[in-house]
Structures are given as structure tokens and as C-alpha cells.
């Protein structure tokens, strides 16, 4: 009954946010970044196939991002061109 949004972000930008979080157990391993990768890699088409939206993240503030969201929802439901 929702929108569901994916908020995607590049392994790069996943690294630079939680390189230094201790408190994520799945990158509790040897090579976080490499295992990051990986479960991007894994996730993303599942993630594709559940969303209504793709908003690509990058590196802009929350502001930014907040407001890139809020104009996708707009089109999205103002549906299709015609």
C-alpha cells in the first residue's frame, strides 16, 4: 500500500559511511569492504525488483538527498508521460 524507495549508494560512499561503525556484525570480517561488495552484489537486484523508485544517493547532504526523493515521488505519481 506503499512507495518503497531504494536509496542506492556505490560501494565507495557504503565504505566512507561505515568503515569505522563497529556496530555492524556483518563487517565484522577480515575484509569489510570486499564483504560489502559482495552483499551489495547480492542485494542490489533484490532491492531493484522490490522498488517503486531508484534515488541514487552519492555524496550530497540529507538535504539534497531529501529533496531529490520528495521530486521522485512527485513523477511517480504523476505517472507516465502522455
Known sequence: NG???YLRA???DL???TRHDTTRP???TPDPRATLTRLLE???ALYR???HLVVET?????ATLAGRVM???REHAAGPAR
Open 3 to 5: 512507495t518503497v524507495i
Open 10 to 12: 556505490r560501494v565507495a
Open 15 to 17: 565504505w566512507e559511511r
Open 26 to 28: 556483518l563487517l565484522a
Open 42 to 44: 547480492e542485494r542490489d
Open 49 to 51: 525488483e522490490a522498488a
Open 58 to 62: 552519492g555524496v550530497q547532504s540529507a
Open 71 to 73: 521530486a521522485a515521488l
